[in-house]
């Protein structure tokens, strides 16, 4: 079975500090690496993708970095803001339609506190 | 506007039921899917479908049915012989944009079983 593990399962940040979101895989086939961010009662939205022929992803106040050797990949909010407070889910991909076949990690429920 | 519309957003059904959730999407996309979404799970395949009349298994489709007789249209059934069917479901449809491979997803559909 293909997994993506995250970690940690809940985050509480101050506002203006850095909340970090880390994702490991198994699947060395994977080619595809989105985030993803829900808020409650609301259909998860894609915040930000990385393919692994770069290392690093920056997106205004995220950035996703991404370690091939170490086979996890992780995302990075700088200057945390209360309107960051969300579930969010790494997501890893592979194969012809890459993209196409999503395999979710558990979810991060991030609080940033005022 | 275009997206992807579920409805209803809350549904109950009494157990021993059949019961089908409606996706519509107005963005032209060929693939689109179906989640289920537990607490501390993330969100797991059921059933997608790449084109119109055609349609493969996901991760945990025991229990559920699919149809795609229109592009815009995919609707899931749960059926009375899946097991525990409480819970948050939401579909999706897939773009590719350039490398990236965008999923969205509608506002999902909240189905309680008693």
């Known amino acids: 079975q293909q997994q993506v593990k995250q970690s940690p399962q809940s985050l509480i940040v101050q506002k203006g500090g850095i909340s970090i979101i880390n994702c490991a895989y198994e699947n060395t086939a994977f080619d595809y690496f989105p985030w993803y961010q829900q808020f409650p009662g609301k259909g998860p939205a894609l915040l930000i993708a990385?393919?692994?022929?770069?290392s690093e992803k920056k997106e205004g106040r995220f950035t996703i970095s991404f370690n091939k050797s170490a086979k996890q990949f992780s995302l990075h909010i700088m200057d945390s803001q209360p309107g960051d407070s969300a579930t969010y889910f790494c997501?890893?991909?592979?194969?012809?339609?890459?993209?196409?076949?999503?395999?979710f990690g558990e979810g991060t429920q991030l609080t940033v506190n005022p | 506007d275009g997206g992807i519309t579920q409805s209803p957003k809350y549904l109950f059904r009494k157990e021993g039921q059949n019961v089908t959730l409606s996706c519509e999407q107005n963005?032209?996309?060929?693939?689109m899917y179906w989640y289920r979404q537990d607490p501390g799970q993330g969100l797991r395949l059921i059933y997608y479908?790449?084109?119109?009349?055609?349609?493969q298994k996901g991760d945990i489709a025991e229990g559920y049915s699919v149809s795609r007789e229109k592009k815009e249209s995919f609707p899931l059934t749960v059926t009375s012989a899946q097991k525990n069917p409480t819970a948050f479901y939401l579909c999706a449809s897939n773009q590719q944009i350039g490398s990236i491979y965008e999923q969205y997803f509608g506002p999902g559909t909240r189905l309680t079983v008693t």
């Open positions: 479908s790449q084109i119109v009349n055609d349609f």
């Open positions: 990385i393919r692994p022929d770069v």
């Open positions: 963005l032209n996309h060929d693939a």
């Open positions: 997501a890893a991909s592979s194969g012809e339609t890459s993209g196409s076949r999503l395999t």
